[in-house]
């Protein structure tokens, strides 16, 4: 078989297959999204973002620039809190309030009982769409045992916590989930599904920008040359009048509309000493309170398995690790990670 190009796998999987793994998947994104939620936090960060007023700040557009202008999910909580029924929106903040002790607690899980349930939920849904659309990219480009692609979103999701940081993005898990999703879209040639997630990205997160030259490379040999260039235009076209709207909208907000945070994360990464440093991530025995040298033994492993990939995934790795850098920060440092982040 030849490594360069994808295994698109063209039979269906038994739907009581899809059940067992839906089941399996949504156990994990549970523990998956509980760490994300009781560490750090919403409310962790720090007096220059808002500090225990972010997670408000973020849903109704107070927040400093850039995370005020990733709408995706505050626009989806808001939504949830406008079609929801008074009666019933009562009854699930005297619920929250009544399941909570003064002490410790966030003062945001009081100021917004209702929406931090919807966020949780939404933050769960997220994520075992990530796992699916993750199961589903390995299914199109590697060339493996049906149980050993079933078990790599197991792997990722139990992997995840050992990237959180000091503050948890409401944009994180979706910004992993569709910017997946839209590589197995890509990766599938579904060019109008790939638009709908395209234009779901976009609205999460400007990295989204980065589907657009995995999109390029991958169609540069099957689209003629006005195609590609229409097609590449309308993606690009789209990513600046929304995200150049949005930064408008939100002109007046504190900060800086852009936050750049590549050099300084390699600045870090190139000190042999942070690898070995520990981070109270999480006491998950697997990954004891965040052991980075693991994450940077993976990279290196992942860098000498690049000759034997499939030709999609040597062409899309190098952007995908900087546009997924996310859920939280890739060691001890700064704001970067592994997947969703980096460019924070």
């Not at 005020?68 to 019933?88: N, Y």
């Not at 995840?160 to 999703?181: E, N």
Request: hydrophobic residues 50%; proline residues 7%.
């Amino acid at each position: 078989m030849n490594p360069q190009e994808p295994v698109r796998s063209t039979r269906r999987p038994a739907p009581a297959r899809i059940i067992i793994l839906l089941l399996v998947y949504s156990t994990v994104a549970s523990f998956t999204v509980g760490e994300f939620i009781r560490y750090p936090g919403f409310g962790s960060m720090n007096a220059r973002l808002g500090g225990e007023d972010f997670f408000g700040d973020m849903i109704y557009g107070r927040a400093p620039q850039p995370y005020v202008a990733r709408v995706l999910m505050p626009w989806l909580i808001r939504a949830a809190v406008t079609i929801t029924p008074a009666a019933s929106r009562t009854r699930t903040e005297e619920s929250v309030r009544r399941n909570l002790t003064a002490d410790g607690r966030p003062v945001w899980l009081y100021q917004y009982p209702f929406e931090s349930v919807v966020a949780k939920n939404l933050l769960f849904l997220f994520t075992v769409g990530f796992a699916f659309a993750l199961w589903w990219l390995a299914r199109l480009v590697l060339d493996a045992p049906a149980p050993a692609l079933d078990l790599v979103p197991v792997v990722v999701l139990f992997a995840l916590p050992g990237f959180y940081g000091s503050g948890s993005m409401l944009y994180d898990l979706p910004a992993l989930c569709l910017f997946t999703l839209g590589l197995a879209l890509i990766a599938a040639r579904r060019h109008w599904l790939y638009a709908i997630a395209f234009a779901a990205c976009v609205l999460n997160k400007e990295t989204a920008l980065l589907l657009v030259p995995v999109w390029v490379g991958w169609e540069a040999r099957k689209l003629r040359p006005r195609q590609l260039a229409m097609g590449t235009g309308l993606q690009v076209g789209f990513w600046l009048i929304v995200r150049g709207l949005l930064f408008w909208y939100f002109r007046n907000n504190p900060e800086q509309a852009i936050a750049l945070h590549s050099l300084r994360n390699a600045q870090v990464l190139a000190v042999p000493g942070n690898w070995f440093l520990f981070r109270p991530v999480t006491d998950w025995l697997v990954l004891p309170r965040g052991f980075n040298l693991l994450y940077v033994l993976g990279f290196i492993l992942s860098l000498f398995a690049l000759k034997r990939a499939p030709r999609f995934l040597r062409r899309s790795i190098g952007l995908c690790r900087q546009s997924s850098c996310s859920p939280g920060y890739s060691a001890t440092w700064t704001k970067c990670g592994s997947t969703t982040n980096s460019c924070r």
